[in-house]
């Protein structure tokens, strides 16, 4: 490939509204060009990116056994009326009608399609067990689409979906994802982890996340250094403390606390410690009539100690709340605590409130809590003389570093993480709703076991920069890069040797299938460089007149500090070797 064939559209700034560093790079990189909010075109150079991307997918999703299949972009409303996802998924789904007014969904997964396709191909226990992928794009309409592809309203996504005969069968299949994907990021040159995770709207009993690590990812993941726990952070467990509680040692005291409303600043005033504090966070859950209409709501007050961090997926696990739940307003809190927000506590509260106490807080003894009072807050409050014991204690906070694994292997640490892939074990949670059975060998109908598994593929792109980048550009795995090597020559438009040498290379690297390009552009060398830095290519090769003479050429790893001269006869065996190497 040469460069004047191609598209090169570098830019020296990028666009004010590029918030993250693989937006703004793909963006001065000409990888990207935004179309609307959340909707990018594909350029050819972030093209030929995604194409390796999907390339490797391709070969290990095949290789682990499943068959490519392709499914359509729009699709019915009936079928997720079936599966009762048309209501439930929320305003990111977008809903249209035909001109005939019937409803249909532009697809962001594809749960529905794949099980009518299975329960009509596969009808006997002998067609199982089957997996069928595809790689098409998606679209969830983002109330607020940023960092560019990494959140994108449109993307691509690669979707595979498991049918297997019984739960052992579908445990294995969901392994065989598992493994697969471990392969294809591990190819894809991305350092990761896989960790524990919720399966939030696909449902199901069981997945994890594939987590690329890099500092600015939007997920928050634990793991245990010692062992091979890792989980999302909404995922993991907080043990709940091994002391037991202490018995009082202090009076309850009404303490005046003017204009401290948080914890810490309740702390800081009294000259206590935030983790001696109990914050309380006010939930409501609506009772519905047939036509779906409130017709009663209880009030919830959870307790959390003061240096932690409420978890909303743990929380609507709770019995009472897992049938959804919200935050109670200021009306309501005030009706029933008779104080606003900022100064509420467990303590005179109508007996109606349930309370909810994190697994830290039911030990604790001589605790500051609010007083439901503005402008006081109880010092030396215990559980049993001053307040009734909590409802329920459960564990509702986000872990913290320094936590013990609930392997008990050792302390939890924390990383941050760009989540590229998710596999789930679905169970019959569509299969049943959906009546997708086969005949066993006694000729009775049994539900299918599902597992769903997906790849962010357009999303990976952001996470590939994020995790690796300079402050000149990007740096691509080889795996994933627009091109392995690109050659540079100092004078192409006005030198025949330098032209020479530098299209008999090309030529020569290309015949031995490494993906090259030659920039003859005849662009000055100070701003070839730059776009080619820029671009992240993983091998520079530069030839000039006066190498020529000396009879070498240079050549730079994207990574290195320095270039190495070669000599020029050698030159294509030491790329070769280099990107083996």
Known sequence: MKASQFLISTLKEAPSDAEVVSHQLMMRGGFIKRLSAGIYNYMPMGLRVIRKIEAIIREEMVAAGAVELLMPVVQPAELWQESGRFQKYGPELL????????????????????????????????????NFFHIQTKFRDERRPRFGVMRGREFTMKDAYSFDRDVEAAGRSYQQMFDAYTRIFGRMGLTFRAVAADNGSIGGVRSHEF????????????YCPTSGYAANIEMAEALAPTAPRAAPAADL???????????????????????STVKSIVLATDALDAAGAPVGTTIWLLLLRGDHSLNEIKVGKLEGLQGGFRFATSAEIEATFGCKPGYLGPIGIPPSVRIVADRSVAPMSDF???????????????????????????????????????????????QRGIEVGHVFLLGTFYSQKMNATFLDEAGKPQLMQMGCYGIGVTRLLGAAIEQNHDERGMIWPRALAPFEVVICPIGFDRSDAVKSAATTLHDELAAAGIDVILDDRGERPGAMFAD?????????????????????????GRRDAAATSQPAPNVAAFVKAALAA
């Open 368 to 414: 500051v809590c609010g007083a439901n009072d503005a402008d006081f807050h109880y010092t030396g409050a215990n559980w049993g003389r001053d307040v009734a014991e909590p409802t329920l204690v459960a564990d509702i906070r986000n872990v913290v570093a320094g936590d013990p694994s609930p392997d008990v292997a050792g302390p939890l640490a924390m």
């Open 532 to 556: 080619w830095e820029l671009i992240g290519v993983p091998l520079r090769i530069v030839i000039s007149d006066r190498g020529l003479r000396d009879g070498l050429v240079e050549v730079q």
């Open 253 to 275: 005291v009404k303490t005046p606390t003017p204009g401290r409303s948080t914890c810490e600043d309740v702390a800081a005033f009294l000259g206590v410690p935030l983790h």
């Open 95 to 130: 809903r249209l009608k035909d001109r005939h007014q019937r409803d249909f969904v532009i697809q962001p997964t594809s749960e529905e399609v794949i099980t009518d396709i299975a329960r009509q191909e596969l009808r006997s226990y002998r067609a199982l067990p089957k």
């Open 211 to 222: 987590q690329v690590i890099a500092d600015t990812g939007e997920d928050a993941i634990v």
